[in-house]
């Protein structure tokens, strides 16, 4: 494998957790606007693919292949979490 093929096999694996994150925090600026009027979209996003892009490597590091459905679920929980944290919890200060 290139440099190239590996570089598309890590913007692969990550692209899901991005995804996942932007969609969630730009939901969750529509659906709560005024509780989450001042907070930022940049910053919500980008905390809302940390929590899943950990998850993804934590499913790789687990089950030695990417994809499984836990992962994908453990991916999903940690993207709310870290929406709550930065959102509403104590993170929001």
Known sequence: MGPVDALWHVLNLFA??????????????????RQLARVAFTPLAMW???GPSVMVVAGL?????????????????????????RG??????
Do not use: H
């Open 16 to 33: 899901v957790a991005t995804l996942t994150g932007v969609l969630a925090a730009g939901g969750a600026k529509l659906l709560w606007r």
């Open 48 to 50: 809302a693919m940390v």
């Open 61 to 85: 590091a687990f089950f030695d292949r990417d994809g499984r459905m836990l992962t994908y679920a453990a991916m999903v929980a940690a993207c709310a979490l870290t929406l709550w944290w």
């Open 88 to 93: 509403f919890g104590p993170g929001s200060r």
